[in-house]
């Protein structure tokens, strides 16, 4: 007996041993290479492979974004920003009487490609997103004036010429005011109680969990804020045991659980809504935006969930994508176990940071 605890206090020293000295090293490294961004870029060139699967879906998703743009598609991620774009000049204070440009003549070339779709075949197009982009351009030439500006009057009449191919019944999708927009009677404290309802449940009952509410859920996540209305995210849900279990498996912060999981869902990002690198990190945050929102609705629904953690690590990020035949332009986000809460299953207490700690007023860090 007093030989094995002697082994095992000398294994628990050589542990202790072996990561100090890790830390040790890594912390010289880093403490050389953080000192600029030129050694910073040094350090990158023998490790380009921790960053190299982002890199490569960025630029893949740059030039799928451009592939696309005469490809049939169920939503002209182009056409939505273009659309947004008019909307918020729409809205300026004051307005310019002759705004946008620089890009309407682009914007009804977007929209004659869709409509030229939606003419050959009506169900491989979503069209309440033709609708609104109709509505929106048939209120910005109508409040911009004609002739003061070639571009302009160049793509009004282009846009006129659609009308005889589509011309849908008036709906107002169209800016309004603050005012008479939808109100909720949803008040702070019901929301304040509704977020602290809110846990990460990972141990479910064994109950099926109805598709129509995990699509009510979805109906209030994409209300969310997403940069210029492109929604560049899909909500992948599993529901068949087989495959979730299959799904649930893959990531490390499952691991103990994932075996009662109803149903998981793989929220995943969509680099091909971007022409330019600079929003590459969009997906992260609109995607992010929509869960928050999922799952607080879901609580509304009576259903739990629980964010399981996906840290971008090569192994699982290839079986990710090998499972779920996923093209190099799109990234995992994160994944959602959903489901009914076992009442007699524990969850973490998960104390938050006060607002003191998390708040700052006009502090420029200086």
């Known amino acids: 007996m007093l030989k094995k605890a002697k082994k095992l206090a000398k294994y628990l020293l050589a542990i202790t041993w072996v990561r100090?000295?890790?830390?040790?090293?890594?912390?010289?490294?880093?403490?050389v290479f953080a000192a600029n961004r030129l050694l910073?870029?040094?350090?990158?060139?023998?490790?380009?492979?921790t960053f190299n699967r982002e890199q490569y879906a960025v630029l893949r998703g740059r030039r799928n974004y451009y592939r696309n743009l005469k490809k049939k598609r169920t939503s002209h991620v182009e056409l939505r920003r273009n659309t947004h774009m008019l909307e918020k000049g729409i809205t300026m204070r004051p307005r310019r009487p002759v705004f946008a440009k620089e890009y309407i003549v682009e914007t009804v070339e977007f929209y004659e490609h869709a409509v030229h779709q939606y003419c050959q075949k009506k169900d491989s197009l979503d069209e309440s997103e033709l609708a609104w982009s109709h509505s929106v351009l048939s209120e910005y030439f109508y409040i911009v004036p004609q002739g003061n500006d070639e571009a302009v009057d160049t793509a009004r009449?282009?846009?006129?010429a659609t009308e005889k191919d589509y011309n849908?019944?008036?709906?107002?999708?169209?800016?309004?005011?603050?005012?008479?927009?939808?109100?909720?009677?949803?008040?702070?404290?019901?929301?304040?109680?509704?977020a602290k309802q809110r846990r990460s449940v990972r141990w479910y009952k064994?109950?099926?969990?109805?598709?129509?509410?995990?699509?009510?859920?979805?109906?209030?996540?994409?209300q969310s804020p997403t940069a210029c209305n492109r929604l560049p995210y899909e909500f992948r849900v599993f529901d068949d045991p087989e495959i979730v279990k299959k799904v649930a498996d893959i990531p490390f912060g499952a691991a103990g659980y994932s075996h009662q999981i109803p149903t998981v869902i793989v929220v995943v990002g969509k680099l091909s809504?971007?022409?330019?690198?600079?929003?590459?990190?969009?997906?992260?945050?609109?995607?992010?935006?929509?869960?928050?929102?999922?799952?607080?609705?879901?609580e509304t629904l009576g259903l739990s969930s629980s964010v399981i953690n996906w840290p971008d690590f090569e192994p699982l990020e290839h079986k990710m994508q090998k499972t779920l035949h996923l093209g190099s332009d799109?990234?995992?986000?994160?994944?959602?176990?959903?489901?009914?809460a076992d009442p007699k299953g524990m969850i973490p207490y998960s104390q938050k940071k006060d607002i003191e700690v998390l708040r700052r007023y006009n502090d420029l860090g200086a």
């Open 20 to 31: 100090k000295t890790h830390e040790g090293v890594a912390r010289g490294i880093l403490e």
């Open 157 to 160: 009449k282009r846009f006129a």
């Open 206 to 222: 064994d109950k099926k969990v109805p598709r129509d509410l995990i699509d009510k859920a979805l109906m209030v996540a994409c």
């Open 273 to 298: 809504s971007y022409f330019s690198p600079r929003d590459r990190h969009i997906v992260y945050v609109d995607a992010s935006l929509a869960s928050m929102s999922f799952m607080l609705s879901l």
């Open 168 to 194: 849908p019944e008036v709906v107002e999708m169209v800016p309004f005011e603050r005012a008479v927009g939808e109100k909720s009677d949803v008040g702070y404290e019901e929301l304040l109680a509704l």
């Open 40 to 49: 910073t870029a040094l350090y990158s060139i023998p490790g380009f492979v």
């Open 330 to 340: 799109e990234r995992v986000i994160m994944l959602i176990s959903v489901g009914y």
